[in-house]
């Protein structure tokens, strides 16, 4: 079962996490602002509609900073309606974005608690989460199946989580063991290297879509 993390105002001094380049931390209770809980499983970005750098589970807290900001893109050309907040959880802590849907309601207040929102900035995302490798294809990404006797393959499971510009990045959220030979859709490789980001066209019951596999058990193509 994933630990619910529950927060009060007035301790949100207490708030804190390893720096790492580009991350944005709790520093007092002053920048607090609207309080909320994710209710569902959904992807984190960061920038809207834009690269997943992880999934929110049930119970985690993101105080949420500004309004809603629509966009649609490639991947999701009818778009949605994106929260820019610092969110935490079991293995994530950062600035980012969630769909507005899948987190509680409450109105947002004024202040700061993280940087002015981050938008699209390829440069900035593929130096802060990504080794340099990702693939040229934008939204889905490009075919690739899980390989079980690929060079070094040595962890068969899917991660919702690996915190992607940590070295070395830690898998958290285990989502089972992905198939062998099982089509995944692959986009980024993590700042260390060692994982990759797939979308499963086919996920298991109560999964994300989303996740990162190991470096080893899976080929990449189109690459950029």
């Not at 002053?30 to 909320?36: H, I, K, M």
């Not at 900001?69 to 778009?79: E, L």
């Not at 900035?121 to 340099?132: A, I, L, P, R």
């Not at 199946?145 to 991660?159: E, F, I, P, Q, S």
Request: charged residues 15%.
């Amino acid at each position: 079962m994933l630990a619910r993390v529950a927060v009060s105002v007035a301790s949100l001094a207490l708030v804190a996490c390893s720096g790492a380049p580009g991350e944005d931390v709790a520093t007092s209770a002053e920048e607090a602002l609207s309080v909320r809980h994710v209710g569902s499983i959904t992807t984190i970005s960061y920038a809207p509609n834009s690269f997943v750098i992880g999934n929110a589970y049930p119970g985690w807290t993101d105080l949420i900073q500004g309004n809603a900001q629509f966009s649609a893109g490639p991947g999701n050309y009818g778009g949605a309606f994106y929260r820019w907040g610092f969110l935490y959880g079991e293995g994530f802590d950062r600035c980012a974005w969630v769909n507005d849907a899948d987190i509680g309601s409450g109105a947002h207040q004024g202040g700061a608690h993280c940087a002015s929102p981050q938008q699209i900035d390829d440069g900035f995302f593929f130096s802060t989460f990504t080794n340099g490798e990702h693939n040229e294809l934008a939204g889905d990404g490009s075919d690739t199946r899980m390989h079980y006797a690929g060079a070094g393959c040595t962890d068969l499971h899917g991660y919702g989580n690996v915190e992607p510009w940590r070295v070395p990045a830690t898998p958290n959220n285990d989502v089972g063991v992905v198939p062998d030979g099982k089509l995944l859709k692959w986009r980024y490789v993590s700042r260390d290297g060692h994982w990759v980001l797939v979308r499963d066209p086919a996920p298991p019951a109560d999964a994300p879509n989303w996740y990162f596999v190991h470096r080893g058990c899976v080929s990449v193509a189109n690459l950029h």
